[in-house]
């Protein structure tokens, strides 16, 4: 089965799960019953990772819902890494 994505005039765009190939070029609204004609879309041929996804998600969502910033974040200062021998402890630091 493919997803087909039509236009309505009066409804707008809607999709069919069809056999792939046999979509037709007008089919009828499922909400009004009137012609719909077909539109061409990007296919889905491959998966989007998870972490590409939330990162979508989140910027498709702060379009309409903007996060607001009240305070400026803290700043953090990186950890030196413990020396595995207790002697580097004693060699001067750059």
Same mark, same amino acid.
């Given at each position: 089965? &493919?997803? %087909? /994505? %039509? !236009?309505? /005039?009066?409804c707008g765009r809607f999709e069919q799960r069809l056999p792939m190939g046999t979509a037709m070029a007008t089919v009828?609204? *499922?909400s009004c019953g !009137? /012609? &719909?004609?077909r539109i061409f879309a990007v296919p889905m041929t491959y998966r989007?990772?998870? *972490?590409?996804a939330r990162m979508l998600a989140r910027e498709e969502a702060s379009r309409d819902y903007p996060q607001v910033v009240d305070r400026v974040p803290l700043r953090r200062r990186p !950890?030196? *890494?413990t020396p595995p021998n207790p002697?580097?402890? !004693?060699l001067p630091r750059p």
């Open positions: 089965m &493919a997803i %087909y /994505d %039509y !236009r309505c /005039d009066e009828a609204c *499922p !009137r /012609d &719909a004609k989007t990772p998870k *972490p590409l !950890r030196r *890494p002697a580097h402890a !004693r």
